[in-house]
């Protein structure tokens, strides 16, 4: 299939309840294109959330990712201040661009064993809880990056398979309380934790215990 790209505004006055973006749709103008889209979903068989796809989009109500996506670029979903009570990144994502979710206020994230890479700076602009799939054994570095005006996770629940923790992955986490380990302390002791985790090595570590949704 061709690619597809879209340009600045192309849609902008258009109302439009429910989008389907296919699936070679590969870039978009990097200024806002829709404005009264309230569904979204990509196509299966994408392997790409395009850049700026959903840029300030205010009416945006629920997106729908497959997972045959493995890249979701930079500023995808920013500036949409959506609300999601669960949301789980596609199985075979790899790769989060800068602030992506900057500003979706998520409740419950989890995030899969394959995801390898980060942006550096905040991708997440407010995660309340989030899982890590078992079977992971690297968290990203700045995964959980936050910025210094959200400050809302809360705990994390990590699964027994993690031996490295990098650098930032829990950065400026200040409301940041509760680790729930699947393993044992043993294994938790032998976790190599990098820099910029205060509030991640100062939270209280619990061992085999899955959180509540009230936790």
């Not at 700076?121 to 990056?145: A, D, Q, R, Y």
């Not at 044992?184 to 990098?194: L, M, P, R, S």
């Amino acid at each position: 299939d061709s690619e597809v790209r879209i340009g600045a505004r192309a849609f902008f006055y258009c109302n439009c309840d429910t989008l389907t973006v296919p699936k070679n749709l590969k870039s978009i103008s990097s200024t806002q294109v829709f404005n009264s889209v309230k569904h979204v979903i990509f196509e299966e068989g994408a392997t790409r959330v395009p850049a700026y796809i959903m840029y300030g989009n205010k009416a945006l109500l629920s997106f729908t990712i497959p997972d045959t996506v493995t890249l979701i670029a930079e500023h995808a979903f920013d500036k949409t201040n959506m609300k999601v009570n669960t949301f789980t990144l596609p199985s075979n994502i790899q790769r989060l661009g800068l602030a992506a979710f900057q500003t979706v206020e998520i409740d419950y994230l989890t995030i899969p064993k394959s995801l390898q890479d980060v942006s550096s700076t905040v991708v997440f602009g407010s995660v309340k809880h989030v899982s890590f799939e078992e079977g992971m054994k690297v968290i990203p570095s700045s995964v959980m990056l936050e910025s210094s005006a959200s400050h809302s996770l809360i705990w994390a629940q990590i699964p027994a398979s993690v031996t490295v923790i990098g650098n930032k992955s829990f950065g400026n986490c200040s409301s940041y309380t509760d680790t729930y380990f699947m393993g044992n302390a043993e294994q938790w002791a032998k976790v190599n934790i990098g820099t910029g985790n205060d509030y991640l090595k100062n939270s209280e570590v619990h061992f085999g215990i899955v959180p509540g949704v009230d936790d």
